[in-house]
């Protein structure tokens, strides 16, 4: 946010307040850290340098790819420095699907590594399937299937925590993974009904059904102004923005 165009070409910003600076949004990743474990990076989205050192992120241990598109993947290329700061390749743990797309794109970052010294990305691929239960840098990682449409994506749960973005419906079996959750940051991307993201309304009757003690919505488009979030989510539901830290009780 925002996106390129505007009357003048310094933005469009749809129903968003351009003055508030939690409406300047970049793409969507997170990272998992804590209990002593690794740091686990969830998707290398385009805006990946940038993110990395506005939260003052030492290094990653680990990486989840939810799914192939660009916006989820196109900053592959700085893992490199990745790569350097802990001397190895990083795993990359991913669907058949989303992995085989990777090696299309970046098949340079899946060759045998030049370290120690890294002059390109290097990762390891790890293959999951929607169900899988991982160990992925010390975390406990519950994978399950989204359906964002045109293809599956990847949700995870990490003990009272789940992170579901690009994502349309889920399945039965999946929503039964979302109970109990402390924690669940979700993609919203509008209020009115689209393609492939879920809606407002349907995010907001996923959560009258889970009961989550805090939702965190995500992958917002300039349809969702956060003053207006604000002032309008029922209790316990809220925007996320930019460097956003949670802790989980």
């Known amino acids: 946010m925002p996106q ?14 351009r003055g508030n600076p939690l409406n300047h949004r970049t793409r969507s990743s ?35 790819f939810t799914h192939d ?32 797309i ?38 406990q990682v519950q994978t399950f299937r989204q359906d964002h449409a045109v293809m599956e994506t990847l949700g995870l749960r990490i003990g009272g925590f789940a992170y579901c973005t690009d994502l349309v419906r889920l399945p039965e079996e999946s929503l039964a993974l979302l109970h109990g959750l402390d924690t669940w940051v979700v993609g919203c991307f509008q209020r ?12 907001l009757e996923w959560v009258e059904m889970l009961r989550p003690r805090r939702t965190v919505l995500t992958h917002m488009s300039p349809d969702l102004d956060h003053g ?11 925007p996320g923005y930019d460097g956003m830290v949670l802790t989980l009780t």
Not at 70 to 81: F, N, S
């Open 4 to 17: 390129i165009g505007g009357e003048d070409g310094s933005g469009w910003w749809g129903a968003c307040d």
């Open 30 to 64: 997170i990272l998992v850290e804590g209990d002593g474990n690794g740091r686990l990076l969830v998707d290398t989205g385009p805006d990946l340098r940038t993110q990395l050192l506005a939260c003052r992120v030492a290094g990653v241990d680990a990486i989840l």
């Open 69 to 100: 598109h660009a916006d989820h993947v196109m900053g592959l290329d700085e893992v490199r420095i990745l790569n350097r700061i802990v001397g190895r390749p990083l795993e990359a743990f991913g669907t058949e699907r989303t992995l085989s």
């Open 102 to 139: 990777l090696k299309q794109r970046f098949d340079y970052a899946f060759l045998p590594s030049t370290g120690p010294v890294f002059y390109r990305p290097a990762v390891d691929a790890v293959r999951l399937q929607p169900g899988d239960a991982v160990a992925i840098a010390g975390h």
């Open 192 to 203: 009115r009904p689209h393609k492939v993201h879920a809606n407002l309304d349907q995010v």
């Open 228 to 238: 207006w979030m604000t002032a309008n989510l029922p209790p316990g539901v809220e």
